[in-house]
């Protein structure tokens, strides 16, 4: 079993639509929960960031992490053409040793049409 | 301010031979980890390297290893290709003293296709 699983999707959505992004994980030590967006032929670059549990928002972004069930999600509002992208997300073992050692899940393929 | 850079972009390598991959972090970065990237999966941990060190490692074989120099810029080395080495290499940057932990920089990547 990966430590981090995740929908790969693809998921196609009309411009506008709400989109729910989600991630389970299976390793307690986690801490830090991340969601990268990669755009074709580019290396990924954050878009959120999560301590623990509890929720998150920027703009039309909101992530959600609840320790209790394993479960991270990450909600677009108003989604955008130019949102279309892989999504990931990546967990982090808290303690300084850890640092930079991320777990990426799979990666959801998000396809937002006008 | 440049980001992190990454050479070559992309390569054509045949079973057998050796690989050497290039990365500049992004400046003020001290930290320089390595990620594999096979088509259509999330990132795979390769190693992590600070203060030319190799300060933790993934679940790759020794035919995979690394350098730091002195200016925080690093290579990535593999012998003895395998088909299954084909696949996005990405350098990533960060700072020890980042508050965010998990904040990472990349690099486009080298995409290796070993034939």
């Known amino acids: 079993q990966k430590e981090v699983e995740q929908d790969p999707g693809p998921l196609s959505v009309p411009e506008g639509a709400i989109v729910s992004l989600n991630c389970t994980y299976s390793n307690s030590a986690f801490q830090y929960f991340m969601w990268y967006r990669q755009y074709s032929r580019k290396g990924p670059e954050l878009l959120m960031y999560t301590y623990s549990s509890g929720n998150k928002e920027d703009g039309r972004f909101t992530a959600q992490v609840d320790k209790s069930s394993k479960y991270i999600s990450l909600f677009i509002r108003d989604s955008q053409p130019s949102d279309s992208a892989t999504y990931l997300c990546?967990?982090?073992?808290?303690?300084?040793?850890?640092?930079?050692?991320?777990?990426f899940g799979q990666g959801t393929i998000l396809t937002v049409h006008p | 301010d440049a980001g992190v850079t990454q050479s070559p972009t992309h390569l054509i390598k045949t079973r057998g031979q050796q690989v050497t991959l290039r990365c500049s972090p992004k400046s003020g970065h001290d930290t320089v980890s390595w990620y594999q990237q096979a088509l259509g999966q999330g990132p795979q941990f390769i190693f992590q390297y600070y203060e030319e060190e190799e300060r933790q490692r993934g679940n790759f074989p020794d035919r995979f290893s690394g350098h730091q120099f002195p200016n925080y810029s690093s290579e990535l080395n593999v012998n003895a290709l395998l088909l299954g080495d084909s696949a996005l290499y990405l350098c990533?940057?960060?700072?020890?003293?980042?508050?965010?932990?998990?904040?990472?920089?990349f690099g486009e990547g080298s995409r290796l296709t070993v034939l």
């Open positions: 990546a967990s982090l073992n808290a303690g300084g040793t850890s640092y930079g050692k991320l777990t």
């Open positions: 990533a940057s960060s700072s020890t003293g980042a508050r965010t932990p998990g904040e990472l920089f």
